[in-house]
């Protein structure tokens, strides 16, 4: 199947994105979500998280406080690093399975660490969703009831804009309304039918 990769800085607005791409019936597998799942109560990976952490890390209802463990990974690299090999595999194996299962004639994989881990291995073609820092900022505060300062260490964790943008085979800049976004990703969406098509006929012949 032919995979695009989806990815932006946090607060790029890459949710919008995908939600696009879904009403033109294009599977979009969110590894945000995957992410979570990956952590919800039963799963070997929320056990291994509490044990490390303490029963503190948990809410009320079992599910992982993710607002706490945000806070304690970016304030300590070491936690980070250990957090993320343990779930990074476990997220890999959950997005290919998802793959497997679509569909539609492409997939999107949103990821927003599409580019920092190896899951930008597992797509063909990669579209960036880019904001300016200061616009990052904003939405993530609005959004997510978070500091300035925690958005601005999100940020320094992620790879640089500019990097990121010279990875980008397409670029979507969403620095403004909704009505400026659905023009790009329609024009996007008729691309990547013909390049998906274009490999399936190459596969047979």
């Known amino acids: 199947m032919f995979v695009v990769g989806l990815t932006g800085g946090i607060g790029s607005g890459k949710s919008a994105v995908s939600r696009l791409f879904e009403q033109q019936n294009i599977t979009v597998i969110d590894a945000g979500q995957v992410a979570r799942e990956v952590v919800?109560?039963?799963?070997?990976?929320?056990a291994k998280i509490a044990q490390r952490f303490g029963d503190g890390i948990l809410l009320e209802n079992g599910y992982l406080d993710r607002k706490a463990l945000r806070k304690i990974v970016f304030e300590t690299p070491r936690q980070r690093d250990w957090l993320e090999q343990l779930l990074h595999p476990l997220i890999r194996d959950r997005i290919l399975l998802k793959l497997d299962q679509s569909d539609s004639e492409y997939a999107i994989l949103a990821s927003p660490l599409l580019l920092e881990t190896d899951q930008h291995l597992l797509v063909n073609h990669i579209v960036v969703v880019d904001v300016d820092e200061a616009t990052q900022i904003s939405r993530t505060t609005v959004r997510d009831s978070t500091d300035t300062a925690q958005v601005k260490a999100i940020i320094a964790a992620q790879i640089p804009r500019d990097e990121r943008i010279a990875k980008a085979d397409?670029?979507?800049d969403n620095s403004g309304t909704i009505d400026d976004l659905?023009?790009?990703v329609e024009q996007l969406h008729n691309k990547f039918l013909h390049q998906a098509r274009q490999e399936r006929e190459s596969d047979y012949g």
């Open 40 to 46: 919800e109560p039963g799963e070997p990976a929320l």
């Open 170 to 172: 397409d670029l979507i």
């Open 182 to 184: 659905k023009p790009q």
